[in-house]
């Protein structure tokens, strides 16, 4: 949905620059995790690729807590 403003943001292999979200993530090479702090998209959390190599996509979970339970859940070492 923001995927043209994403392409006017992109700054090579460096931290992504779309107005309304902070990265959560780095997920290695030029791969981030982005959550939207703004708009219609707020709390949704965004998979983007600093240099293009494949479109934005929302993840599925309902806000950013849900997201970082899960996330936290397939993150080696975490014990419950």
Known sequence: MHT???SAGRQG??????AGAIAVVY???SDFTLLVVTGAGRGCLVEVNAEG???PHSHTDLDFLAWSE???DFT????S
């Open 4 to 6: 043209a403003a994403w």
């Open 76 to 79: 080696p070492g975490r014990t």
């Open 27 to 29: 997920r290695g090479g």
């Open 53 to 55: 190599f494949f479109a």
């Open 70 to 72: 899960r996330w936290l």
């Open 13 to 18: 292999g460096a931290a992504p620059a779309l």
